[in-house]
């Protein structure tokens, strides 16, 4: 179990346009979703936390509305990415946030990414 | 600041040999320490943490608050372990997870 998806894999698109991409959990409800960006060769950078039912809480230097970020229902997050330029070409992940059984540690699952060229 | 620090962006060693990945990190409160793994074409996944205590598939990792490290480690080295690994902190209970800037490991035969 614990399985997150996400769609779609890769997407290229034209500069000024927006994508819409979408983070599921399979197989649990995720009250939180986390969605970050990776550049090549470099590590994940939190972009935003993605609350059920409230405004994600986005981290500094991340521009809100551009990264549109919408958690409609416990199994699906979206990011949008508005008026897209070249320089947001990147590989974007989520992950959504699973208590364990026991109730106390909470685990994040990774989605396999989505690869954005804007061109 | 959190911060999490990985020196090494390569490591490679040979097929039966110890293998340690370094990672220190930088935090005011109580950390929570996590090793991720990433192999190649999968998805980044949870190898382990360290209020679990656990040994995952051979490796350990020890916090040692006073030289706030992480250090994963692993007796005998095998070819299936070459992967990205990723060092992450997170405060007590709280969900965001800050990461290294990972370490390529690669076992050779």
């Known amino acids: 179990g614990a399985v997150v998806s996400q769609h779609p894999s890769r997407v290229i698109c034209k500069s000024g346009t927006s994508v819409k991409i979408e983070c599921r959990s399979l197989?649990?409800?995720?009250?939180?979703m986390f969605w970050y960006r990776q550049f090549p060769k470099q590590s994940l950078m939190l972009m935003a936390t993605?609350?059920?039912?409230?405004?994600?809480?986005?981290e500094q230097g991340v521009e809100k509305d551009k990264f549109l970020i919408n958690h409609a229902s416990l199994t699906l997050s979206t990011l949008t990415v508005t008026s897209a330029h070249p320089e947001d070409s990147s590989f974007y992940i989520c992950?959504?946030?699973?208590?364990?059984?026991?109730?106390?540690?909470?685990?994040?699952?990774f989605g396999p990414g989505t690869r954005l060229l804007v061109l | 600041a959190q911060r999490v620090t990985q020196p090494e962006k390569l490591l490679s060693v040979f097929k039966g040999a110890p293998v340690e990945l370094k990672c220190n990190y930088s935090?005011?409160?109580?950390?929570?320490l996590f090793w991720y793994v990433q192999y190649s074409r999968q998805r980044l996944q949870l190898l382990l943490r360290?209020?679990s205590r656990e040994s995952i598939k051979g490796f350990t990792a020890d916090l040692n608050k006073g030289e706030t490290s992480f250090h994963l480690k692993k007796p005998f080295a095998q070819e299936e372990d070459s992967a990205m690994y990723y060092c992450?902190?997170?405060?007590?209970?709280?969900?965001?997870?800050?990461f290294g800037q990972g370490t390529r490991l690669t076992i050779n035969p």
């Open positions: 992950s959504a946030a699973r208590t364990g059984f026991s109730g106390d540690q909470e685990t994040q699952y």
């Open positions: 197989d649990f409800q995720a009250t939180t």
């Open positions: 993605s609350n059920e039912g409230s405004k994600a809480t986005y």
């Open positions: 935090y005011s409160g109580s950390p929570e």
């Open positions: 360290h209020i």
């Open positions: 992450a902190l997170s405060g007590r209970g709280a969900q965001k997870l800050v």
